[in-house]
């Protein structure tokens, strides 16, 4: 956990850096361009949820059968 958190904290002073040092780019960027990038990633967020679509059911349903369960004992 302790090497996730470094890997984490690295990559942020990574992008730091990277916004430190710009450079000026001589070049035009479309207005359209940005939904382009934002129809990428969503596509590839919804890939990830339809990829683990069964985990996240399962959590789903195991959160509440054990509300139920606890509910059950206390009564």
Do not use: H, W
Not at 19 to 48: C, H, K, N, T, W
Not at 68 to 73: I, Q, R, V
């Amino acid at each position: 956990m302790l090497r996730l958190a470094y890997f984490f904290v690295s990559c942020g002073l990574a992008v730091c850096l990277l916004f430190a040092f710009e450079q000026r780019a001589y070049a035009y960027v479309d207005p359209g361009s940005s939904l382009v990038v934002f129809q990428g990633v969503s596509s590839v967020l919804m890939g990830i949820l339809y990829y683990f679509r069964k985990r996240l059911k399962g959590l789903m349903t195991r959160s509440k059968a054990s509300e139920a369960g606890t509910n059950g004992e206390a009564g």
